[in-house]
């Protein structure tokens, strides 16, 4: 038995189908070590809330040739396997989430293999992989920025800095763990770097710091963004009141002009707007790549609501149809039960025995019931007895018999036909046995349809079926078999021979 075993069955008591949940379920916790269970509320988009059972912890992710542990919460809807469940980054206090096609601003996962989960072809092994796939292509968290001042330099009281206590580059700015000059990362956790170094980048085993305003990159001497000086470069700084702080004072009719000994070349000044437009240019590409991801979830979203929204019009015309449907069904059967009730009025005191109890040995004794009484208010010749019935193997079942005549349109003249129609203890899923009983005036005349017994063979009989076959059709079909050919005849009476004359009479 597993390590959550028992937690994990007492967690789905309230589950639907809990015995293929936690199959699946434990399978997850067989093969990652960092997930464990636990229970916890959700709410729905209705405002409705549900204690589920929410698989929480890390997994493993491959990014960039470094292995971390991405922070999950998969909430197991109660109906698993067969709705997919609601899945979540859950960054820690040092991570921020990075919004993008797969993970929106709150962390709510999107991908293909929930949107097509289906029961037998999806599990939550298979969902745990894609996502270490799909998270070692584009990490759904990054580090938390650290917050850095630069140093305050101490100003002289000329305005100018010292140049010994001037430092033009951060030596303690907040950066993201990378990998060192080894490919190992620097710092153990949770999640890759949000912005690795580019390819113009080549300070192998240097992190990419946060950059702070006002500062150029931290390089080496071997990529140099500014030219350099022999003399250590000086900002000009507001002089304090009453005092002059310039070098080099040279008057013209127009302005004052006022140089210092190491101002920044025309090449120095291109060279930092170059690098604040670029800057600024990266800035603006990042922003548009996160607001086209946000539109695309925002699509997604937007597709899928109207997914919804015709499936659910479809269900509604579906269900107008099935009401629509009910209440005919329900008006069918109101009208038959008044035809039945206005049989049962008008055989009162006609029926020889109690149909109810005539069948109450009957398998089917409704059904049966049902169509007994439609041949009584259809046939008014035809009334219902018990009788003795033997069958060929020598059992002999007491059986309700219908009994009396059919009518019969023979060579454009209407006869009555004796007949007995024997209700199986199976009707209606078995053909009743039917017989012509002639009177004492009549002969059988056998034909293929009736032996020399009576018995009536016919094909409806044949190829009895329930819901296509009643005893209504049958007789309607004795009808016209028997208006084609006779099954009786009328007996010939016997010829009297002529009494002799008395030849003495004359």
């Known amino acids: 038995m597993g390590q959550y075993d028992a937690q994990v069955r007492q967690q789905l008591s309230k589950y639907k189908h809990k015995d293929l949940a936690q199959r699946d379920i434990l399978n997850v916790f067989a093969s990652f070590s960092d997930l464990k269970p636990k229970i916890d509320k959700y709410a729905f988009s209705d405002g409705s809330v549900k204690d589920l059972l929410c698989i929480d912890g890390t997994i493993p992710v491959h990014y960039k040739g470094a292995k971390y542990n991405i922070p999950v919460c998969i909430y197991v809807m109660d109906t698993h396997p067969y709705n997919p469940p609601m899945c979540f980054v859950r960054p820690t206090k040092d991570m921020l989430i990075k919004p993008s096609k797969n993970v929106d601003a709150n962390g709510r996962i999107y991908l293909p293999y ?8 999806s599990d939550l092994i298979g969902l745990i992989q894609v996502m270490s796939v799909v998270f070692g292509e584009a990490s759904p968290v990054y580090a938390k920025p650290q917050k850095a001042s630069p140093p305050r330099p101490t100003y002289p009281p000329w305005g100018y800095p010292h140049p010994q206590q001037f430092n033009p580059y951060p030596t303690n700015s907040g950066f993201m763990p990378m990998p060192n000059a080894s490919g190992q990362p620097q710092n153990s956790g949770y999640y890759p770097p949000q912005n690795p170094p580019t390819s113009s980048y080549q300070l192998s085993g240097y992190p990419y710091p946060v950059l702070a305003p006002g500062y150029p990159y931290n390089q080496s001497s071997s990529i140099t963004p500014y030219p350099t000086n022999t003399q250590p470069q000086m900002t000009t700084a507001k002089p304090p009141p009453g005092s002059v702080n310039m070098d080099v004072l040279a008057m013209n009719s127009d302005s004052y002009i006022v140089k210092s000994q190491n101002s920044l070349s025309d090449d120095q000044v291109r060279a930092s707007i170059q690098s604040a437009v670029e800057d600024k240019l990266k800035q603006t590409k990042e922003g548009l790549q996160q607001i086209k991801s946000e539109i695309a979830v925002l699509t997604e979203t937007q597709n899928k609501l109207k997914q919804d929204q015709e499936t659910l019009e479809r269900m509604t015309n579906e269900l107008e149809q099935q009401h629509a449907e009910v209440e005919q069904n329900t008006a069918l059967l109101m009208r038959k039960d008044e035809e039945i009730k206005q049989v049962l009025n008008k055989m009162e005191g006609q029926q020889e025995i109690d149909i109810d109890e005539a069948l109450s040995k009957y398998k ?8 007994i009484l439609n041949v009584f208010a259809s ?7 018990s009788d003795e019935y033997a069958f060929n193997d020598g059992s002999v079942k007491d059986l309700l018999c219908i009994d009396g005549t059919i009518p019969v349109h023979y060579k454009g003249a209407k ?11 199976t009707h209606p899923y ?14 059988i005349k056998p034909s293929k349809n009736v032996d020399a017994n ?6 409806y009989l044949h190829e009895w079926k329930f819901s296509n076959s009643d005893l209504i059709g049958l007789i309607q079909v004795m009808s016209v078999v028997f208006g084609e050919a006779s099954p009786v005849y009328a007996k010939p009476q016997r010829a009297t021979a002529p009494r002799p004359v008395d030849s003495d009479s004359n």
């Open 364 to 371: 089917h004794k409704d059904l049966a019931q049902r169509d």
């Open 430 to 443: 078995n053909p009743p046995m039917c017989f012509v009983r002639p009177t004492k005036d009549m002969l």
């Open 454 to 459: 009576g018995r009536i063979y016919l094909p």
């Open 415 to 425: 006869y009555n036909i004796p007949v007995c129609i024997y209700v199986m203890d």
């Open 114 to 121: 929930l949107h097509e989960w289906k029961f037998s072809n």
């Open 379 to 385: 046939f008014s010749g035809l009334k219902p007895k």
